[in-house]
């Protein structure tokens, strides 16, 4: 049985009906098999563990901290409860994936309040709550604010429906957080008032993270708050914080792991100029920066004094030109991870084939997704120069106009370690552009010559005998996104009948009808969610799958326009929790 | 020999109507190209009817491809937006995070923004006391839904308020000539920013609006 992700079950496959054997007493007392799991983290291990024997999945309960819950209606918070009677640290997420492109409507769910109800009863000393991709609103941060005295540690990730009032109680009651982390947060106009609502002695944040909120704060609040919290080592502001602002609050935390500068656009004089170049030369500390907002070749030297140990550049808000970001690579030789926009185009990503030898980890995102001014971003000849300086790639998410299969297959042959290939050729459809073949050649190359790929984007016009490829080589893949491929059934089919390892599979506009959803009957069980939208599936096909598969939530999402037998959007996963209490009207358990 | 599956299609925008046209006639591809992958020599030889797809691969692969392809509704739904000066946008396409901005931001902005160096020390050091002068003001821009806040203390002349509004919006270079920077005064009077020196903008400005050109002509 798949380990992952945490199912939690009421009992064992072998403890809840009559015929239990019975078994031999454990060799060790409790406390010591207590002791020695206690020492075990990951919960995919703590999964097996529970597995073992009776008297292991007791004590596994018993010493199980940290819940790790990769879909929150696999689950219910009861079940929960009753089996976790210890749990001081939280992990949850909630909506498909699709979801943080517009694909989902409004409302669809993933409102972690009633969690919040449960673990308010039964979890009183929880110190950590990790959300993604959930809905939170000001009522349920007030209900955590409140809840928990010993609580440490909020992270939102791509949640939705607070405000700054949720955000204040948070900041009022909470007297030994240490994290305050929101990331890629919806927020309309949140106010910015909760910074001041930290109390005047208050002084145990180590991160705060706010760079995705929009509005102002009180930066004499935020000076404060900083300099009095001698441990904080991460710090990434909004863009309301200027680079003058930003100079201050350096001289107040030059320990700083990770930095989120606001924005990057200000006039300064001479002496402004030299007071934050020295504040970024004494971060002697920084892995990691981000931020640089209208960051431009006037004022990015001044971080170039910091930039000797980073490991971590996020420019995916400050659109640079090849030049100066060639400047600014030179000087950071460490690099491991780099997010760029394609505004930096061939030729930056040459000069990063030079200056980062080290680099794992390459974003490159567009900055004009919409192709409304016809730029030419980048092309398969960066992706390759990269490849070439770059032997330890690992990670790719690279949008761009125009792939060749050719290149694809050079640079696997140069990186054949990509855990992590997520290749988004922007329009629809699109052949190699040289030789106006599909990609399957791209593809698979991809799958046969990176035996450790983990997760995969596709892209481009692709046949089904790319789909053929990827079930028969892909041995560990997990996670599948397609878009505008395939020719039929068959495609979808492969996948699900080879890729042994697979747990997400999300798919949009693709001619896959029933007889490849219903290929995967078995599978789905052992994978945390399907996602089809404008697919061939039927509602007839998704009837049938629901009856077959009892232990499957089949929901379809209704869309106004859309025909009643058509399955517009289908999201399938497993569950021990039945069909979803909560479910709006426009979503339909089958 | 191509195979050809044709499909007359509106493309919505004609000619005249899309300002983005304006932008760069050379690199400018037509929807046909930009959308379903067509070369552009076949864009002029196919006039009006769009290929769905064009391969010319291999044979029995392709008959079954025609085949599937003319039964099933594999067409992108097409989703119009709102914005009329948009081309066709398919709906959660390409797949970037809704909040990630979408950069407009050309090189000759950005060159013009780097002449403003040294500006006049005010007296009171460039940086003392710069925290509680921050002058935030909503700015809103004409045909944009959401209002945004601008910090007006760190800029000390039109042309440094002008790049930043250009870069928070995102104004393509050729839609720049098309807006006119518009001010609220304390006294709740509208006015054009440009007619009054930089000191009594500053010091009158309550909120800012970006009014495209035709309608300030009757304010």
Redesign the interface.
């Known amino acids: 049985m798949d380990p992952e992700p945490k199912k939690p079950e009421d009992s064992p496959s072998n403890s809840a009906n009559s015929h239990t054997p019975v078994q031999p007493p454990s060799p060790f007392p409790d406390e010591v098999l207590e002791k020695v799991l206690s020492f075990i983290d990951s919960h995919k291990d703590r999964s097996s563990v529970s597995l073992v024997r009776k008297d292991w999945y007791n004590a596994e309960r018993w010493t199980r901290s940290k819940l790790f819950i990769g879909n929150c209606y696999s689950v219910s918070p009861e079940i929960v409860a009753r089996r976790f009677p210890r749990i001081k640290s939280i992990t949850l997420k909630g909506k498909p994936r699709f979801s943080d492109f517009n694909m989902l409507p409004r409302d669809w769910g993933a409102n972690v309040h009633s969690w919040l109800v449960m673990f308010a009863k039964v979890y009183p000393f929880l110190e950590e709550l990790r959300l993604k991709r959930m809905t939170v609103t000001d009522e349920s941060l007030e209900l955590l604010a409140k809840s928990f005295s010993g609580f440490k540690s909020l992270s939102l990730s791509s949640c939705d429906g607070f405000t700054d009032i949720g955000l204040k109680a948070i900041a009022s009651h909470c007297r030994n957080l240490t994290e305050l982390d929101i990331q890629d947060s919806v927020t309309e106009d949140v106010g910015g008032g909760w910074l001041s609502c930290f109390p005047e002695n208050f002084a145990s944040l180590e991160v705060l993270n706010f760079a995705s909120l929009n509005s102002e704060v009180s930066f004499d609040d935020l000076e404060r708050l900083v300099s009095r919290c001698k441990s904080l080592r991460v710090l990434k502001v909004n863009e309301s914080i200027t680079l003058d602002q930003l100079q201050r609050l350096l001289v107040h935390a030059p320990q700083l792991l990770e930095l989120g500068t606001g924005s990057f656009l200000q006039e300064l004089t001479p002496r402004q100029y030299e007071d934050i170049e020295s504040a970024f030369s004494n971060c002697k500390n920084l892995q990691i920066l981000s931020g640089l907002w209208e960051a431009n070749s006037l004022y990015l030297p001044v971080l170039y004094g910091a930039c000797a140990g980073l490991t971590f550049l996020n420019l995916s808000d400050a659109p640079l030109q090849s030049g100066e970001f060639a400047k600014l690579l030179a000087h950071c030789p460490n690099l491991r991870r780099l997010w760029v926009v394609d505004t930096v185009e061939d030729k930056g990503l040459e000069a990063v084939g030079s200056s980062c030898p080290l680099l794992e980890e390459l974003r490159v995102f567009p900055a004009d997704p919409y192709d409304r001014h016809h730029r030419d971003g980048v092309t398969e000849l960066g992706f390759l120069a990269v490849s070439r300086g770059c032997r330890n790639l690992h990670y790719v998410l690279y949008f761009c106009r125009r792939m060749t299969n050719a290149a694809v297959v050079t640079i696997v042959q140069n990186c054949p370690d990509f855990t992590h290939f997520r290749l988004c050729i922007m329009t629809p459809g699109q052949p190699d552009y040289l030789t106006n073949d599909p990609m399957d050649e791209a593809f698979a190359a991809v799958v046969k010559t990176c035996t450790k790929l983990k997760r995969l984007s596709v892209s481009g016009l692709l046949t089904d005998l790319t789909f053929e490829f990827i079930g028969k080589y892909a041995k560990n893949l997990e996670t599948l996104s397609v878009a505008f491929a395939g020719n039929s059934d068959w495609g979808m089919q492969c996948v699900l009948e080879g890729c042994p390892k697979l747990r997400k599979l999300e798919i949009r506009d693709s001619p896959f009808g029933n007889a490849a959803l219903l290929s995967g009957l078995k599978k789905y069980e052992m994978m945390r969610s399907l996602w089809m939208s404008d697919c061939n599936v039927t509602m007839k096909g998704c009837r049938l799958l629901a009856r077959e598969m009892p232990r499957l939530n089949v929901e379809v999402i209704m869309d106004e326009e859309s025909d009643e037998s058509q399955a517009d959007k289908v999201y399938v996963y497993r569950s021990v929790a039945g069909p979803r209490r909560d479910a709006p009207p426009f979503v339909l358990t089958l | 020999m191509e195979v050809q599956l044709e499909l007359a299609l509106s493309s919505g925008s004609g000619k005249g109507s899309d300002p983005?046209q304006d932008?760069?006639q050379r690199?400018?591809?037509s929807f046909e190209e930009?959308?379903?992958?067509v070369?552009k020599k076949d864009v002029d030889d196919l006039h009006e009817t769009l290929p769905l797809?064009?391969?010319?691969?291999n044979e029995e692969?392709k008959q079954?491809?025609d085949g599937?392809?003319l039964e099933?509704?594999?067409i992108?739904?097409l989703a119009i937006s709102n914005n009329r000066?948009?081309?066709f946008?398919?709906?959660?396409?390409?797949?970037?995070?809704?909040?990630?901005?979408?950069?407009?931001?050309q090189?000759s902005h950005?060159e013009c923004?780097?002449n403003?160096?040294?500006?006049e020390?005010n007296g009171g050091?460039?940086?003392g006391g710069?925290?509680?002068n921050?002058m935030?003001v909503k700015v809103k821009m004409e045909g944009v839904g959401?209002?945004?806040?601008l910090?007006l203390s760190?800029?000390?002349?039109y042309h440094?308020l002008t790049?930043?509004l250009i870069?928070m919006f995102g104004i393509?270079e050729e839609n720049v000539e098309k807006y006119k920077l518009t001010y609220q005064d304390k006294e709740g009077h509208w006015l054009l920013a440009r007619d009054v020196p930089w000191e009594t903008f500053i010091h009158s400005v309550q909120r800012l609006k970006l009014q495209k050109m035709a309608t300030t002509f009757y304010s």
């Open positions: 983005n932008c760069d690199k400018k591809r930009a959308f379903m992958g070369k797809l064009i391969w010319d691969g692969k079954q491809f599937e392809l099933q509704k594999h992108p739904k000066e948009d081309n946008v398919v709906v959660g396409w390409p797949p970037v995070k809704s909040w990630r901005r979408q950069f407009c931001h090189i950005r923004t780097t403003y160096v040294n500006v020390n050091g460039g940086g710069r925290g509680s921050s935030y959401i209002t945004r806040k910090n760190v800029h000390r002349s440094s790049a930043k870069a393509c």
